[in-house]
């Protein structure tokens, strides 16, 4: 036992009524230990579900007021739709008994099990409904609700968990062919930032870009969102939620958390740095877009090596992220492809380059060959299933249903057409019913 949680267990049995610790009144230590894993791993997953709140102020400030709406009910359904969807089909796939070490065959819609086996669920649906949410923000303004929220069901219910399965599969029995080869993933650099990265990068290819975004000669166009202080407030509170992102997923009150912890906070502090030399380098003002991002980079790059990685390499990690954060956008619309939060840099890339960081920069056995190639192999497996899968569900969804809104409805924006509700009312009713709306698709 950890002698953290053994000092806890003898405290509290020592706060007894005169300080006896009476042999049958004494706690039981494992019981003890039990409870602070658990009380631990429910204020992790919290502030991960907390995410989501950060997720949709930052994908909603950066959308136009016409979408602010929409965005956000993108983020909410996310969580509903999306917790429902991995309790019954999901949480089976990636963490039921794996023989075969490709997929869960059992634990689907759970109802029975022991106190632990309800804490572990909750937490891993908050880190799937963060998955599934990354795709939003890339795909906003253009993409019609209902086959949205299709894809989203698709990707916490079958997408995510199966990879999740090969690097993170054997908690029921079993375990998954990336985990057994040693692959490292603490948090999920890969299995959820670059999952949902390569999911919105196959969802931007298969709607196309905004109406507007490039010119007839493909020269790219900014259009920028309609409230830069909900994207820092967005990104602050994704901040917060990530030191339970990471921190929880040892799912013991142990002192390792202290430094899992520490790692994220500068690997944030780090991209955000770097975001910012890098625009003086180039001769452009510093946007706090870019700086945001930049400390998101950080943070999901950092992800997957923050428990196996000494202080100073964290920085670096978090460096090398926030330049990533500045190119990957830059690469993104050479291509004609149009993110409006930058999803596919932040989470795609950034999420690829902190897991081969994390084998670069284990502490005490740096460089290591084997290591680095058993995690380009995870990064490659990575790619290769969420961006494959997503490209042929959202083939499949947009032949069936269509997923791209109409030009006139992209034109007054999704809150109304979609939800019938205006974000503004009192700024944009003229701008909505302009009947001399037209389609100025380039």
């Known amino acids: 036992m950890h002698p953290f949680a053994l000092r806890c267990a003898v405290i509290t049995a020592m706060a007894l009524p005169g300080g006896a610790l009476a042999a049958e009144t004494a706690p039981d230590i494992t019981e003890v230990v039990l409870n ?13 579900f907390l995410m989501q709140a950060g997720f949709a102020l930052l994908e909603g400030g950066m959308a136009r007021s016409k979408n602010a709406v929409n ?14 969807i991995f309790w019954v089909l999901g949480f089976g796939l990636m963490f039921g008994a794996n023989p075969s070490g490709w997929f869960g065959t059992d634990w689907f819609m759970p109802s029975t099990g022991e106190a632990w086996d309800w804490s572990f669920i909750l937490f891993q649906m908050m ?11 890339a795909m906003a303004e253009r993409v019609r609700y209902n086959t949205y929220l299709i894809g989203a069901c698709l990707i916490t219910g079958v997408i995510y968990p199966v990879f999740g399965a090969w690097a993170w599969g054997g908690y029921a029995d079993g375990t998954g062919w990336l985990k057994a080869m040693g692959f490292i993933d603490f948090a999920g650099s890969t299995v959820v930032h670059s999952i949902g990265g390569w999911c919105a990068l196959a969802g931007i290819i298969v ?25 820092a407030l967005g990104g602050f509170i994704l901040w917060f939620g990530w030191f339970g992102f990471n921190g929880g997923s040892t799912t ?13 906070h500068l690997a ?4 955000a740095v770097a975001s910012a030399l890098f625009s003086w380098s180039i001769g452009k003002p510093v946007l706090l877009t870019n700086t945001v991002n930049g400390s998101l980079g950080g943070l999901v790059g950092i992800t997957a090596g923050c428990a196996t990685m000494d202080p100073q390499f964290a920085v670096l990690t978090g460096l090398i992220a926030g330049v990533i954060t500045m190119v990957g956008p830059m690469l993104i619309s050479s291509a004609g492809l149009d993110d409006v939060v930058d999803a596919v840099s ?16 284990f502490a005490g056995d740096l460089f290591d060959s084997t290591r680095i190639m058993v995690q380009t192999i995870g990064i490659a497996a990575g790619l290769i299933w969420g961006f494959g899968t997503a490209l042929v569900m959202y083939l499949v969804i947009d ?23 205006i974000g503004y009312p009192e700024f944009q009713q003229n701008k909505i019913f302009n009947p001399d709306a037209v389609d100025t698709r380039s």
Do not use: Y
């Not at 602070?36 to 991960?48: E, I, Y």
């Open 252 to 264: 013991t009150g142990d002192a390792s958390i202290g430094k899992i912890i520490l790692n994220t």
């Open 346 to 361: 932040v989470h795609g890339f950034c999420g690829a380059w902190g897991t081969l960081a994390a084998g670069l920069f």
């Open 207 to 231: 709607l196309g870009p905004r109406l507007g975004r490039f010119g007839k000669k493909g020269e790219s166009r900014q259009i920028p969102g309609h409230n830069l202080g909900l994207v």
């Open 36 to 48: 602070l894993n658990t009380v631990w791993l429910m204020v992790a997953a919290a502030l991960v």
């Open 268 to 271: 944030a502090c780090a991209g």
């Open 71 to 84: 965005v956000i009910m993108k983020n909410n359904m996310d969580v509903c739709v999306g917790g429902l």
């Open 399 to 421: 032949l069936l249903f269509g997923m791209r809104a109409s030009p006139l409805h992209e034109q007054r924006g999704l809150d109304f057409t979609e939800h019938a509700e």
């Open 127 to 137: 880190f799937a409904a963060t998955a599934c949410t990354i795709a939003s923000g």
